[in-house]
């Protein structure tokens, strides 16, 4: 450990911890999930972790929650109703707000602490929780879509941290059926999964929960985010049976001018050359997200 510097120890990654240049620490709290830490980095901006782990930082932040965000939304015509699982800081929020055809957005996220922290520190990002559609609902995700009226949602973005803590069960297949039931068909799943570099085995795991579930199609796209574990994270992009979703072909594009408001400013990172791009894995990985 580097004097003055945050590094990012975990399991997960054995043997390598990206390090930040501390500049501040501006919070540092215990919820009943987990620790709950804000600094101020010296090149990325204010920086949210969770048990020693980065959720964002204001520098980068755009790439994750606006790729798992629209590509879901742009490979649909009409998304309506509009399910986050996570995502308390309310980054997802702001992004689904952009779609002028979606009427309700409700969010389950789990730790009250991360939403009023957001609010605190991260202005430009809890920005999302501004807008009137937005319904937030704190408790797990888990036991949420349980209850969810079978066919209710057009999408489900599961915006959640990594598989060790409150967010294990999020990776495990009775909630990607619990998922798929609270879709309408056609209807589409987009969810955090993990690097291609660290992960593959959990990558596996859920391709193959996923093919047995989501009838209709079930793919793996990626983004790179410099301050997150190997500089990228990918996602699943699934849909269930019903009219057929092609997601490497967006047939709702977002325009960057259109979406931008005073509070929300303008995309940054997503366009829809990006979006097919996303689809385009590394031979190694196409031949194990093709084998499941
Ligand atoms: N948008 C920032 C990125 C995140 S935030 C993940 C959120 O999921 C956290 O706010 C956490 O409190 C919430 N969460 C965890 N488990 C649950 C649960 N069971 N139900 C509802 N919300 C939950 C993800 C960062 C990815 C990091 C990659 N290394």
């Known amino acids: 450990v580097i004097p003055g510097w945050f590094s990012e120890i975990s399991p997960m990654w054995p043997g390598e911890a990206h390090s930040l240049k501390v500049e501040k620490i501006l919070f540092q709290g215990k919820s009943d999930y987990q620790n709950v830490m804000v600094f101020q980095s010296s ?3 204010k920086v949210l972790v ?11 932040e755009c790439a994750y929650q606006e790729m798992i965000t629209h590509l879901p939304l742009c490979s649909i015509p009409n998304p309506k109703k509009v399910l ?4 308390g800081d309310g980054g997802v929020l702001r992004e689904v707000s952009r779609h002028s055809s979606v009427e309700q957005i409700d969010i389950c996220e789990i ?12 202005p430009s990002v809890a920005v999302g929780y501004e807008d009137p559609r937005v319904t937030l609902h704190i408790g797990d995700g888990v036991a949420f879509l349980k209850n969810v009226p079978e066919g209710t949602y057009d999408a489900v973005i599961v915006d959640s941290s990594d598989p060790i803590g409150p967010a294990q069960e999020l990776f495990e297949k009775p909630f990607f059926q619990s998922v798929a039931n609270a879709l ?3 209807g589409v799943l987009s969810t955090q999964a993990e690097s291609i570099w660290l992960h593959m085995h959990i990558i596996e795991d859920i391709v193959s929960n996923c093919r047995q579930i989501f009838k209709g ?14 500089g990228m994270i990918g996602f699943m992009l699934c849909s269930t049976e019903g009219p057929p979703v ?5 047939v709702n594009p977002i325009d960057a001018d259109d979406s931008h408001s005073k509070s929300r400013g303008p995309l940054k990172f997503y366009n829809k050359e990006i979006h097919t791009a996303a689809f385009c894995l590394p031979t190694f990985a196409r031949k194990v997200v093709d084998s499941k």
């Open 246 to 250: 092609d997601f490497k072909h967006p």
């Open 217 to 230: 199609s079930v793919n793996y796209a990626w983004t790179t985010v410099p301050t997150y574990p190997s």
């Open 50 to 60: 969770l048990d020693g782990v980065i959720q964002l930082t204001e520098r980068d």
């Open 111 to 122: 730790d009250k602490m991360v939403v009023d922290v957001s609010k605190q520190f991260f």
């Open 184 to 186: 309408r068909p056609g």
């Open 84 to 87: 986050v699982i996570g995502g």
């Open 43 to 45: 090149t990325y901006g």
